[in-house]
């Protein structure tokens, strides 16, 4: 079982279409972070969100954190080919022993 | 700036053979950060070592074990492979403990047991 949850787990759409990324759980974070992965990469943290409620936009790319710290969401408006790859959520929870945790990813493939 | 460096690429070994992987991280980095990627499980924590000590430990049988050096480089080694361990090893540093500052990653070593 993850202890964070993401969907969908793949997502194949086309040039020019918005997206949304979720990423759930049932257990308070401290924070949570979003990492893009590419073929034969590590992943590279994009945005790290710690209040509740808080919303970070990174040009075409926008995070939430949910009110209770119990989830987040990841919305690309006019996604672009540039955008294909795994998108990671991962978070620190006390009870967790403050180990970053990661979910199981989102594969997004954007057509051209 | 150099990234972090992960050393072999490419492994292939045979059941029961053991394997030390390397790590160097980012100069002036001294937290170093193991994961193990899979498809059907993700990312999973391995173990965490800052200033040579380990600070924290995934659910992972014995035969994991890593160190660090002085210089903050790390080496992770997995003894009697098993088929299961087939998987993409993950290094990650950050400038302190992994929770109180961003991992920069590796772009990993593919281990293959057959």
């Known amino acids: 079982t993850q202890l964070l949850e993401q969907s969908p787990q793949f997502l194949s759409i086309q040039e020019g279409e918005n997206l949304t990324v979720y990423c759930n759980s049932s257990s308070v974070f401290s924070s949570l972070q979003w990492y893009r992965q590419e073929p034969g990469e590590g992943p590279v943290l994009l945005v790290t969100?710690?209040?509740?409620?808080e919303v970070k936009k990174l040009k075409r790319l926008t995070f939430q954190f949910g009110d209770a710290r119990k989830d987040s969401s990841l919305h690309i408006t006019a996604a672009q080919p540039g955008d294909t790859g795994l998108y990671l959520c991962a978070g620190e929870a006390h009870e967790y022993g403050n180990k970053l945790v990661f979910g199981a990813g989102t594969i997004l493939r954007v057509k051209s | 700036k150099a990234g972090v460096t992960q050393t072999p690429r490419y492994l292939i070994k045979t059941r029961g053979q053991q394997v030390t992987l390397s790590c160097s991280p980012i100069s002036g980095h001294r937290s170093v950060s193991w994961y193990q990627q899979t498809p059907g499980q993700g990312l999973q924590f391995l173990f965490e070592y800052f200033s040579e000590t380990q600070r924290n430990k995934g659910n992972f049988p014995g035969r994991f074990s890593g160190r660090q050096f002085s210089n903050s480089r790390s080496e992770m080694n997995v003894s009697t492979l098993e088929l299961g361990d087939s998987a993409l090893y993950l290094c990650a540093s950050s400038r302190n403990r992994a929770q109180d500052s961003p991992l920069h990653f590796g772009n990993g070593t593919r281990l293959t047991v057959t």
């Open positions: 969100v710690v209040t509740g409620g």
